[in-house]
């Protein structure tokens, strides 16, 4: 009983109208409404505080002949400064940005000054009111009588304090007028009793119904700032609480942190296991993150696979890399969806405020570059943000503003390495490889300009100009030579990709059998869900598809047996080594006689040597690619080669 009576009473004196038989509500929520409650309460308090101050100097003077003249001074002035106090306080409150959550504590000083304040002028009635003449006691009703409505007025959304003020001046004033026995008096008290229960009538509902539209409010905020899948804040709230701190940086100094957090391999869930698994995963994952973060912030989901954190209140850029590193390992163990096992991996950027900006704009362009080294760096790195990565940005911008325009420049050309067939000694088709003559910088690899060309989408773009490139050359060579152009895993998912190598195709009149398209492993990884249907088609169409740099990705005989492959290339890194290391030479071997069984073409890369060509030779293999049998080189030159005799290719 006695833990009830407290808990009952702690909710009281909060303000909360639970106590009063409202639906009760988490105290989250009910820190929210009392700065709700609190914020009117302060836009009224510098009237209400001047009105008392004026009320008071009105008493003094009205009781100035009065037998009590001095108390009544003595109280003017206490209640004058009290007003002052209060009023000063409450205009200096309502230049601080308006809080999101008030404790209780807050609560309890507010309806204790109401109380002191009621208190104060629940006393007028009593000490004053006999000693006055008949115009003293007039001015001394009027003024209890505003006191109780203003009170009731600035305490509208809260009973409890509009109870603790007018309390006191309505007791007082009853007592007062009853105590003196005249029947007009004691009119006056039950009018004043009457009075008083019309004004706390009014307050509770006043307050119930302000309470059930901030409640409404705040649920409609919180949608609008809550990610409906991980219930974790969306970027609307994430942006906010960026611009607070920053705010609280400007007039304090308080520094803080931003993390950027990207999910590794989220497209392969969602392509593998299905969309819905694809949620359930990031669920978990937000679940993991929470936990991880102090109590008073809160990770938010800003994109599809990406999450960010404000780190507030930042004492070194220790306690930021911490919380990183929490979250790495947050992902060491397994996710289990649908009873299957999903390992998952996360990179993650950080800023500090102010050392890498002080501006919204600012820190989220850093941290994005600071998220961007650590995913090139491999899964599991974090990265703060450098000096040297924004010129890093900057180049990479430039550079891309350089590739759009380099198709209209003509600055890209393509050259071809030839395929040798090792058993009848002729050169059987050529590789395309996109080259960019810079301007300025000079020959740049596809290394550098591939990847900004997929970031950028302008990878669709390029990828056309190969194929009709391609195409337009093929045309001019003898029917028996194929050519093979490299994709990207981007490429697939532009839903014209057949059309444009249909009608590259009939552009240049060349059979589709002789156009042949390289994937890799990578990206079957990432997108293995859309490739089938795709490959499946360019087979209909009668192009060739070509599995490149196989063995060093994962899952390889899976996709030999559910994928429509015509040939598969040997990454060059076996191939270097087959003739020192016996692991390598078993696999070489191996991945012969596996598409021998398959009845699937082999291409050796990267044959360098006479004796590695041998011993191509008498491992079966189909074709061989490299230095040896020759570079990268112009359409020009082909044809020199291809008139060749196979001793001077051999040579080459």
Same mark, same amino acid.
């Given at each position: ?29 009910? !820190? ?10 302060l ?12 009320n008071?100097?009105?008493l ?16 003017a ?13 409450a ?7 308006k ?53 009731a ?42 009075y ?22 705040h ?8 990610? %409906? ?23 304090? !100094?308080?520094?803080?942190a ?19 698994? !694809? ?18 912030e ?6 599809g ?13 220790g ?8 979250f790495?390992?947050?992902?060491a ?9 999903i ?6 950027g ?52 350089d ?19 090792i ?18 910088r ?80 990578s ?16 087979l209909?169409l ?63 890369e ?22 040896l ?16 005799? %196979? ?6």
């Amino acid at each position: 009983m006695r833990n009830y009576l407290r808990s009952y009473f702690a909710t009281l004196f909060a303000g909360d109208l639970a106590a009063f038989g409202a639906p009760p509500t988490d105290e989250l929520l009910a !820190g929210h409404i009392r700065a709700e409650q609190v914020s009117l309460v302060l836009g009224y308090s510098v009237g209400i505080m001047l009105a008392n101050a004026c009320n008071a100097m009105v008493l003094a003077v009205a009781l100035w002949q009065s037998p009590d003249w001095v108390f009544a001074l003595i109280w003017a002035a206490a209640v004058i400064s009290a007003a002052t106090f209060f009023g000063l306080q409450a205009r200096a409150a309502r230049r601080i940005a308006k809080p999101q959550f008030v404790s209780r504590q807050t609560m309890y000083r507010l309806v204790r000054n109401a109380l002191a304040l009621g208190a104060a002028w629940g006393i007028v009635p009593v000490a004053f009111f006999a000693n006055a003449s008949s115009g003293g006691q007039l001015v001394i009703t009027c003024l209890c009588a505003g006191m109780l409505a203003g009170g009731a007025f600035a305490f509208a959304t809260i009973p409890i304090a509009a109870i603790a003020f007018t309390a006191p001046i309505f007791i007082g004033t009853a007592i007062c007028l009853g105590r003196d026995g005249d029947f007009v008096y004691l009119l006056m008290a039950v009018l004043v009793v009457v009075y008083g229960a019309v004004l706390l009538r009014g307050v509770f509902v006043n307050s119930l119904e302000f309470r059930r539209r901030v409640i409404a409010q705040h649920e409609a905020e919180r949608t609008v700032r809550r990610d %409906p899948l991980t219930h974790l804040p969306n970027r609307v709230a994430f942006n906010e609480t960026l611009e607070a701190a920053l705010t609280r940086l400007a007039r304090s !100094g308080e520094e803080f942190a931003v993390l950027l957090l990207d999910l590794d391999r989220f497209k392969e869930v969602n392509d593998r296991f299905g969309h819905p698994s !694809g949620d359930e995963f990031l669920v978990q994952v937000a679940a993991r993150l929470q936990r991880c973060t102090r109590a008073a912030e809160h990770v938010a989901r800003i994109g599809g696979d990406e999450f960010a954190l404000v780190m507030s209140n930042l004492a070194r850029p220790g306690d930021a890399l911490a919380t990183a590193e929490k979250f790495v390992a947050a992902f060491a163990d397994p996710f289990v969806i649908d009873g299957c096992e999903i390992a998952g991996t996360t990179c993650i950027g950080i800023v500090l405020a102010p050392r890498d900006g002080t501006t919204s704009h600012d820190l989220l362009k850093h941290v994005d570059i600071a998220l961007y080294r650590a995913k090139k760096s491999g899964p599991g790195t974090i990265c703060f943000f450098e000096a040297d990565d924004d010129k890093s940005a900057r180049d990479r911008r430039a550079l891309q503003q350089d590739l759009e325009r380099a198709i209209e420049a003509d600055e890209l050309f393509l050259v071809y390495q030839p395929f040798l067939d090792i058993r009848k000694g002729r050169i059987t088709g050529f590789e395309a490889l996109l080259r960019w003559q810079h301007p300025i910088r000079g020959l740049i690899p596809p290394s550098v300009f591939i990847p900004i060309a997929e970031e950028t989408g302008l990878i669709h773009q390029l990828g056309e100009w190969v194929i009709r490139r391609a195409c337009a050359t093929l045309s001019r060579w003898p029917d028996q030579i194929r050519i093979a152009v490299n994709f990207s895993a981007v490429q697939f998912h532009n839903v014209s990709i057949l059309q444009t190598i249909v009608q590259a195709l009939a552009d240049a009149n060349v059979s589709p059998h002789r156009l042949e398209i390289e994937i890799t492993e990578s990206m079957l990884i990432s997108k293995y869900g859309s490739a089938p249907s795709i490959l499946n088609a360019l087979l209909d169409l009668g192009v060739t598809v070509a599995l490149d740099d196989f063995g060093t990705g994962f899952s390889s005989l899976t996709y030999l047996r559910k994928l429509p492959f015509s040939r598969i290339k040997i990454d060059q890194s076996f191939i270097r080594d087959m003739l020192t290391q016996p692991d390598c030479a078993a696999i070489v071997k191996s991945v012969i006689a596996l598409a021998q069984d398959l009845q699937i073409g082999v291409v050796a890369e990267g044959v360098e040597t006479a004796d590695q060509l041998d011993y191509l030779r008498q491992t079966s293999c189909d074709e061989v690619q490299g230095y040896l049998i020759g570079r990268p080189m112009s359409a020009r030159e082909i044809s020199g080669l291809l008139d060749a005799r %196979p001793q001077s290719v051999h040579a080459a």
